[in-house]
Structures are given as C-alpha cells and as structure tokens.
C-alpha cells in the first residue's frame, strides 16, 4: 500500500506554547489511521495544519500529498485537492436547512440560480449515506447535537473526498449511531478512501483503524502499523500505566434529597408531542444516579425542564426537594434550590469561551466575590486559584482565554463554575464527553468524591461503560419514558439495551393499536 500523505518535522508554536515538536505522520492510501493522545497533545493542531487551517508559513516541516510538496493557504486549497476535515467544533447554521448547510459555498446551480430540487436530491441521497432520515429542508438548529454532527460528515462527503479527517466523530453519538458511523467508514475504505480518525473511544478505534499514530505534549511517541492492545496505548498517551479506568468508591448512599413525580414536558417544536412523558424518579444523598437511553430518548431534556425550565414548557408533575415544594421555574429558582446542570454542550451553553479562566469559574455565583454588589477582583483571583489547583485545572495562568484550553480543561472550568455555586444536587449532562482517558479519570474521580461529601449527582451518559463504571443505580429511558431502573451491580449493557428494545416493541403495538 502505498503512501499518501507525509508530514515531515512539524512545529507549531503558539505565545509561550510550542503546540507541536517535529512530528512526523505517514498515511497510506486507502487505510484509517488512528491518531490519539490525551486533550493538548496537539492531535487537531496537527490536522488543522494539514486543512491549511494554520497557513503554510505558521509552522515549520513539510506535508507532501501524492508525493507531491503542498503548501497550502487556507481550508480551500486543501478540499481543492480532496482532503476535508470534520471538526469536533459543529461549523453549522442554525438557521439554515440541513440542505442548504450541506452545500453552503458549494452550490448546485445551473447559471447562477440555486436548483432546489437536485439540492434536496442530493441532501436526502447524503443523509441515507449516514443514517439520518431527516427531510432535506428541516431546520438544523432544530435537531439535536448527535444529529448534526452527521450532517457535517454529509457534509464531507458532498465533496471530493481523497483524504477525510474527522476529529472526534462520534463524540456527541451514542452506541447504536457510532456502530452505524463506522460502518460507514469501512465502506468508505472500501471505496479507497482515506481516513484520519481522531477519537478517545479505544475501542472503537480498535474495531475499525488499520494503523495508529500516538501524540503526547505536541511530540510524537509510537507509530503502528497494526492495532495494538487499548493497555499499550493508554500507556503510552499518558507516560503511565492506567489500570483500572473509573476509582474505587465505597459509596455512603443517604436519605432521598430529591424527588420527581409525573414530570411531563411538551416539545416546543411539536407541543402535541411529549419530550418527557410522566417521569419518576427519587434522588437520594451521596448517590451517583446515571440515566441511560439511546439519542432523543428525552435525557437532556429531562435535565434542562428541571433545571429552571431551560427546555419546553412543563405541562405537568411536581418536584420537592428535602420533602418541601421546590419552585424550579426560572434557573436562578433552581440554583437557589440547590440544583446545577453542566450542560453537554460546554462551548456554546457552558462557557464563555473568548474570556478567561478567571471571569468564567465564579460566573454563577457572582454574589460569592462581590461587596456591596461590586465584583471584588481579589476575591474572584482567590477563587479561580483555589479552583485551578483543587479541580488541577491545566492552564499556564489563570488569565488563559478558555476557548484555547484542551477539552478536558474546559470540562473542569465548567464544573468549578457549579462547584463553587454550591449546589446540593449536580447534574452531569455527558461530562467526559470528547474527552481523552486521563482527564475522564480526572473528572470520574470529582464526581466519586462530590458523592462521598453528600451531594447527589446526575449523570447523563450515552457510554455504558461509564454509567456502569460510576453510578450506583441507574435509570433508563425510551421516548420521553422512564422504562426500566436498576441497581448498577445488577446491570449490564445487554440488559439495559433488552430494556429500551422492549419498551419500542411495546410503545409500537400501541400505536398500531390505537391506530
């Protein structure tokens, strides 16, 4: 198999930062090659050097394609040449349809006029490739996180695709959809097309690249030509031998601090439908409760209406917390009675990414570093220092922009933000979520210990290793419905996914029924 791509003594330096340290990379026609390391090990640095992200003339080495020297100038001169990136950021337009995001500045047109048809065409011919059955006009901003990222590797695809580079792909997907995703990159392999997959996931890794490339502190550690075991490479991405994944914990579970009862919310996009039907549930102190269900099964929306109502309108059902009436309404109401909600969406809802660490940690709790209602800066320093060093927050000072920490940095920055509201109740909305090995072990372990000092915890996770690796019980939903809960040491996998099977035979003969 011969060599498609080379890249030769890569440097990339940033202010004070030297991002990369003469790395080297060879792909071969037609492989998936994995490239891995943990968060800032410089993996999307070096393939937005190769986009032409970062210009030819911001680094130092050399990329040859085909053989061939290429310089280029920005992402066009690279998908000119057929090598597209997918970024783990969404470049998507809410506003726009999935139709019209796909072929944004690629146009199908005949003399200048957009053909709408052939576009739609297109679109639902691209959205059958991976597994979306959306109509070609729906709004993108209407669909959830999963969802549009497989209107960006549409996207991709809608292009001539040589090269194609995805960064974290199936970071927002849960199980069923990333089987379905791979499976797709084993057809394109087929087809002779390249790729470089960027993912924390080792064992989807393991199922579907032919070769893999390790990073760690911008330098290149191992080559391979061949899967190795997922203990090798843990190893050498984190210079140290991780053997067990999630901490030990000896869980002291207390009375129940919260409880839920007919919870119902109407989806503010089809009112008729319910994106939380009549949800139950109790909440007990130092708990780690985990909810499980495939993507739309209504978790995140479950959390948002709790939280101050930030998703629907609740039609229905009543919330107490230590066995009085809670008003949950408004989300100051909710943080005043206890509740915080770390969003899986910490770029755009979690964080305020072009200011720094030490404005965004305090920002839920203002009041905490204010005299007199004026933010005391001492106070907000103190604060942000004493968060950095408690959470280990990776950064070079605390006046670091976030949006250029790695990911599991920027994870911790939004769980000190909540951390120092001090909520009785948290609740954890895919919080390893694009995050390498380490730093997930980072985050397991603050949440183990935030159970041990009482607090109750929601975590909402599409991986089932974690929720079986950290919860103490688990509940699982289907269609908006609560259909099945468990102790964590009485499940499984096969068990919880029987479940929601179950619950989707049941809920179809009910509809045939009713029809």
Known sequence: ??????????????????ALDDVNLAVRRGEIRALVGEN???????????????????YDGEILFDGEPVKFGGITDSERRGIVIIHQ???????MSIAEN???????????????NATNDRTAALLAKVGLRESPEAKVGDLGMGKQQLVEIAKALSKRVRLLILDEPTSSLNERESDALLALLDELRSQGITAILISHKLNEISKIADSITVLRDGATVAHHDAMVSEEQIVREMVGRSMENRYPDRAPKIGEVVMQVRDWTVADPLRPERHAVDHVSFDLRRGEVLGFAGLMGAGRTELAMSLFGQSFGRRLSGTASIDGRPADLSTVPR???????????????????????VRRNIPMANLPGIAQGGVIDRMRERRVAEDYRRRVNIKTPSIEARTVNLSGGNQQKVVLSKWLFAGPEILILDEPTRGIDVGAKYEIYTIIRDLAAAGKAIIVISSEMPELLGITDRICVMNEGRLVGEMATSDASQERIMEMILRSARKLERAEHGAA
């Open 1 to 18: 198999m011969d060599t498609i791509l080379e890249m030769r003594g890569i440097t990339k330096t940033f202010p004070g930062v030297r």
């Open 40 to 58: 800032g090990a410089g993996k999307s640095t070096l393939m937005k050097v190769l986009s032409g992200v970062y210009p030819h003339g911001s």
């Open 89 to 95: 950021e969404l470049a998507l337009v809410p506003q």
């Open 102 to 116: 796909i072929f944004l500045g690629n146009e199908v047109a005949t003399r200048g006029v957009i053909d709408r």
């Open 334 to 356: 909710a943080i005043a009675a206890g509740l915080a909600y770390v969003t899986e969406d910490r770029k755009s809802l979690g964080l305020v990414l072009e200011d720094n």
